[in-house]
């Protein structure tokens, strides 16, 4: 056996020994994932879930040890993601501070920086959300305006930032101010603070879908130490694009199928039935959802060679943009092939049969997709610049 | 294992990209189609392709081959895509070798197809469609068996030295048992190949069996169990097909790039347009994805995987349709000129239309991929 054998066999039994059972089920709703946090919303066997993994550093398996990581190796990080995969574990912790700001703390964070925020990242105690768009900035992220006024040892900031995802229920922001009005990517710094610090408020937006996952938030005089900035004053663009790289990434999963089951095939076959020959007995569904599954699986095993590339240090760095653009699209097109498949079933949005709309909210939530993050759009002028290398 | 290509498969793609861009870029296949030629490939080339040990990429070690696997063909294969190279590399270096490793006809027929000399030929398809179903019959007869019916679209079928055929020795041409599968020299008594010119000017032969004798050794495997060695044959030709179309939807999709960076209109390179930029873009995501599908089928196929099967039919449906989108957007980037003949993007589109159609289209694969799911 080569020691990653035995790493594999180890991780299993492990696995087998602490994921609770309720923690092997499919996630059906937002409130099946778990965030942790200051206020946590734990249901049964989350926070065991939860724990036993930051005991081993497994929230965050390829972080450095020192950091609340699990320090495996890339292979050995794929071992146990494979073997979670298997054994259909739920991810034991779901957090803006693991998929985003981690790695850029990592990056760009002083040590101090990186013993503070990451271990308690990795452990689940603090809750993140990103506050980067505001009402006049959104693909054209860089012309932001909310400003930080140099007071001596801290900043004081104003303004206002818009659609910030869970900033109800997070407990820090992590934040783009602009720090110098002169020049445009030049004047922005990335700071980090408590949003239960005086001045800052929410308030919540309805989504078509009808839930309120994200927020308006005000800054009015708010106090923030400038050893809570990250990387040099005016130099938070860089922190900021790297981050997005990150954040793509985490996106660009969800065009992959979930690790229980196939919801789309399962619930065309539940409500259109098979032919006498086994196949679905709507052919030209059935032939949408075979071109559309090609393209799933395919990007399945693309989701899988970006990571090994990333790892490698092999990846072009604008790679994220390809993967969250065909991602996103593909996982659009997935919501609507279930809600073709699924029919009236479906269109109910209240009823106990439908979970209160779950299906037809989560098809709505998914145009989100590829919006956030950067829309569609601006990832395919990032794919020509700076891959295809086109002129401007 | 990774999905990207390891050291020494990075360092066999320098020296076979150098080797196919010096000896078969895309002007051979021009001076062939202009020459009409009536071989279809240069036997010099496949002399050299031996030369330099290509030709036993597949072929174990102890045998005298390279002992290497089907993401290596796939290197091959994608530069014999890039430069539309024609050579009968994919159905004798990788689909009959594939296919009668491990039997008693790889002692007869591999020295051969090592040396460059035998070129193998796939008798498979009976009707324009590619299709489960085999309906030539094979009737015992004396020693051995008579061979009766029609294939069509066998490449390379008019000159090769060895020819592998799907015959029925059982049951009716839907059942998925009673097929016997043959290893057939060329000249036999009764067998006409009419060789035909196809859009992409490769030439294929349709070949008819008028009672064709053959001995009883020239069975692969077992009687009436075919559907295994011609699987094989099949998971390999369609893995290698990928291949090759990767290398097609790429070299088509590098010259539009370099076409949008170097056409003026407008005052301004049409690379700049954002209507272009946009497209190339997709492309570009389009033939990555393909790029991830085809890798993944090659490492399943090469560790014997009970997955490689549905990863072979996402490869060559995915490839399909990433190509067919690439050669598309290829000749509509370059205007009038890329509906010249003189351009080189049309052979690229004439290309990708007969490696899609080649053991299975995008739309048959994406039915095996249904059913596998269950549905
Ligand atoms: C569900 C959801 C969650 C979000 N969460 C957060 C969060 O937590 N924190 C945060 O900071 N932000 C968040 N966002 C905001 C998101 O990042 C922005 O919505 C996004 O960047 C687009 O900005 P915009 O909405 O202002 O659209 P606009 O920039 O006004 O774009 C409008 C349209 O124009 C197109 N367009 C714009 N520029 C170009 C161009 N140069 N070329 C071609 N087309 C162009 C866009 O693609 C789009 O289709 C979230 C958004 C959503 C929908
Ligand atoms: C079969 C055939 C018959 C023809 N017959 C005639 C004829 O009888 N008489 C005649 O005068 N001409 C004829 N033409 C020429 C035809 O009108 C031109 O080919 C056509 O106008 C495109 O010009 P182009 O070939 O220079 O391509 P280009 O203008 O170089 O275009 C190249 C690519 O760039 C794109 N592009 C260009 N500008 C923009 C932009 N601003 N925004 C976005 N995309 C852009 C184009 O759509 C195209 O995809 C014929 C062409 C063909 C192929």
Known sequence: MTDLDTFRAETRAWLEANCPPEMREPIRTDKDACWGGRNPDFQPGQKEWMDAMASRGWTVPDWPVAYGGGGLSPAETKVLREEMAAMKCRNPLNSFGISMLGPALLKYGTEEQKLDYLTKIAKGQIRWCQGYSE?????DLASLATSAEDAGDHYVINGQKVWTSYADKADWIFCLVRTDKTTKQGGISFVLFD????????KPILLISGYSPFCETFMDNVKVPKSQRVHDENKGWDVAKYLLGHEREMISGMGLASSGGNPLIEGAIATIGLDHDGRLADPLLRASIASFEVRANAFGSMSERFIDELKAGRAHPAQP?????YGTELNKSRHELMMAAGGSNLLEWESESSRGGAEARAWLRTKANSIEGGTSEVQLNIIAKRILELPA | MPLFLDDDQTALQDTIRDFVGEHAPVKHMRALRDANDATGFSRDLWKSFAEMGFT???IGEAEGGLGLGHVEAGVVLEEI???????PFLTTAVAAVATLKGTAHAARWFPGILAGDTVAALAIDEGAKHRDSVGLTAERSGNGFKLTGKKQFVTHGHVADLLIVAARTAGSADDAAGITLFAIPKDLANLTATPERLADSSIAARLDFDGVEI??????GDVDGGRSPLDRLLRAGRTGASAELLGVGGGAMDMTVGYLKQRKQFGTMIGSFQALQHRA???YSEMEVARAAVIKAQQLLDANSDTADTAVSVAKAMTAMATTLS????VQMHGGIGMTDEYNIGFYMKRARVLAEMFGDANFHADRVARAAGY
């Open chain 1, 135 to 139: 009402p006049n900035a959104g693909s």
């Open chain 1, 195 to 202: 949003m239960a610090s005086p001045g800052v408020s929410t």
């Open chain 1, 321 to 325: 943009s390809m993967m969250k653009y």
């Open chain 2, 56 to 58: 036993g990429i597949l």
């Open chain 2, 81 to 87: 895509g890039r430069n539309l190279s024609p050579s």
């Open chain 2, 215 to 220: 001995d009883a050794d020239a069975v692969i």
């Open chain 2, 281 to 283: 873009a997709h492309l």
């Open chain 2, 327 to 330: 050669v598309q957007e290829g």
